[in-house]
């Protein structure tokens, strides 16, 4: 094939995190070459890039055609199943590149697994990176926050591509070149776990007002896009507000009330939560906001334990709550109460990248992580221009609580999120993120703690007066 021809990339897996990535590639203006095990796939994606404009994008039908069909040093990203799929494309792949060219892996992968494919690249003199990609399907297509570790020269190598691809917001493209090793990885990984504890904490959120507040479907709809045109502004407060506005097409009322209150998880959720309790870092509201999924998973033995202890004389305190409610002071108590306890969760996602970036010489640049997630991924939000400006204050940053400006915020909510916790408490509406937020703070904040009062293995210990 003539120089001219080759492809600028080639883009292996194309279930439709890959099609769409492809596209967008093809879309700013890179030739890309594509490729599948299934011919069906191939087909497919050549279909689209003609419907969505004529995009410069080729299909290939085995490995070797695709990877000679790509420009010299060669970059393929591969965007397949986690874990062994990952390594059965490499070796399928590799078998046809050369020393300088690169694969990247883009996805979700347990990030010791990216150091060991790095060392088995390097050994073949190929480059390797591990690229976290969030966004789902739609960022995918129109621009993903992406999270680049591993060689600093195969970042290089496709920064014009990758600075096109990724979302766009005022300071610049959602991409960065995170780190050496798994760093990519392990940094979409603690922006899962993030996420995780987001959804948490604004499902806490419509349950108090919901339940103890008693609004409706409407109010609550009108409230989350008031709350996004604020402090709270955010992809999830967005397509919260929308899931309130969505009728039941088979029955009367809203379909959020119809949704089976059970939620699985992936991996990333609970890896967050072992490297904290590995790296002694705490990150309760993310655990509990796994805890909680755990619980939701057991729909049947809930229902059944409702049964046990009603009968046993269990009465639902929730009316004796609501009847005196002051509902405006509520909600405006429970958006305050978000955001603190939002804050507290940032803050513990941050110090578990410290710790790791400690332990792995990462050197990684907490400022510019925050700024990357502005835009494209999940947890994209106002107040992460806050948090970059916080890290760009002070790198070395303890905690994102004792920041000047989040800390004067965390004490002027501070009486709000108490009484919406006491509220949920005594109405018997657990609130598991935001009370392990509030005793995140008040643990943190307290220059002593009773700890050296902790019966210890040598018995029972008075601290200093030992
Ligand atoms: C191709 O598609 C199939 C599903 O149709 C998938 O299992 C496989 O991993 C894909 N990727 C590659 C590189 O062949």
């Known amino acids: 094939m003539e120089a001219s021809t080759l492809s600028r990339i080639g883009l292996a897996g194309l279930a439709v995190m890959g099609q769409n990535l492809a596209?967008?590639?093809?879309?700013?203006?890179?030739?890309?070459?594509?490729?599948?095990?299934?011919?069906?796939?191939?087909?497919?994606?050549?279909?689209?890039?003609?419907?969505?404009?004529?995009?410069?994008?080729?299909?290939?039908?085995?490995?070797?055609?695709?990877?000679?069909?790509?420009?010299?040093?060669?970059?393929?990203?591969?965007?397949?199943?986690?874990?062994?799929?990952?390594?059965?494309?490499?070796?399928t792949l590799s078998g046809y590149m050369e020393p300088g060219d690169t694969i990247i892996d883009g996805g979700n992968e347990w990030y010791e697994n990216t150091e060991r494919r790095i060392l088995e690249a390097n050994s073949k003199g190929l480059l390797y990176l591990g690229m976290g990609v969030s966004g789902g399907e739609e960022g995918a297509r129109n621009g993903p926050s992406l999270m680049p570790g591993g060689s600093y020269q195969a970042y290089d190598n496709i920064k014009d591509i990758v600075s096109k691809v990724a979302a766009q917001v005022e300071d610049g493209p959602c991409v960065t070149y995170i780190g050496e090793g798994g760093s990519g990885n392990f940094v979409k990984?603690?922006?899962?776990?993030?996420?995780?504890?987001?959804?948490?904490?604004?499902?806490?959120?419509?349950?108090?007002?919901?339940?103890?507040?008693?609004?409706?479907?409407?109010?609550?709809?009108?409230?989350?896009?008031?709350?996004?045109?604020?402090?709270?502004?955010?992809?999830?407060?967005?397509?919260?507000?929308?899931?309130?506005?969505?009728?039941?097409?088979?029955?009367?009322?809203?379909?959020?009330?119809?949704?089976?209150?059970?939620?699985?998880?992936?991996?990333?959720g609970k890896w967050t939560v072992q490297q904290a309790a590995e790296l002694s870092v705490a990150a309760p509201t993310i655990a509990a906001s796994l805890d909680c999924r755990y619980l939701s998973g057991l729909k049947d033995e809930r229902e059944a334990a409702s049964k046990v202890l009603e009968a046993a004389g269990l009465k639902e305190e929730v009316g004796t709550v609501r009847s005196g409610i002051d509902k405006k002071r509520l909600i405006d108590d429970v958006r305050q109460a978000l955001y603190a306890s939002k804050i507290c969760s940032y803050a513990q996602g941050m110090n578990l990248l410290r710790a790791k970036s400690v332990e792995k010489n990462w050197n990684l640049n907490f400022g510019e992580l925050a700024r990357i997630w502005k835009g494209g991924c999940i947890i994209r939000a106002v107040f992460l221009d806050r948090i970059k400006v916080a890290y760009q204050r002070n790198p070395d940053l303890a905690s994102l609580v004792v920041d000047p400006d989040f800390a004067k915020e965390m004490v002027q909510r501070q009486a709000a999120w108490r009484r919406v916790v006491g509220l949920a408490i005594s109405a018997g509406i657990s609130t598991p993120g935001m009370c392990a937020s509030l005793a995140y703070f008040d643990t943190y904040r307290r220059a002593r703690l009773p700890a050296e009062s902790c019966p210890s293995s040598k018995g029972f210990v008075w601290g200093s007066y030992l």
């Not at 990203?77 to 990952?86: E, R, T």
């Not at 109010?219 to 709350?227: C, G, K, N, Q, S």
């Open 23 to 91: 596209l967008n590639i093809a879309e700013k203006g890179f030739p890309i070459s594509v490729y599948n095990r299934s011919t069906s796939k191939v087909d497919d994606t050549l279909q689209r890039a003609q419907d969505e404009g004529h995009l410069p994008l080729t299909g290939h039908y085995n490995p070797k055609d695709f990877i000679l069909s790509i420009k010299k040093p060669r970059s393929v990203i591969i965007l397949v199943k986690a874990g062994a799929p990952v390594d059965q494309t490499i070796q």
């Open 189 to 268: 990984m603690v922006h899962n776990g993030i996420e995780y504890g987001d959804m948490q904490l604004i499902s806490e959120a419509y349950d108090v007002l919901k339940n103890v507040g008693g609004l409706s479907n409407a109010e609550l709809a009108e409230i989350f896009d008031e709350w996004n045109r604020g402090e709270l502004e955010s992809f999830l407060i967005e397509i919260t507000a929308d899931i309130f506005k969505v009728k039941d097409e088979h029955g009367d009322g809203e379909l959020v009330d119809k949704i089976l209150d059970k939620t699985g998880m992936k991996g990333t």
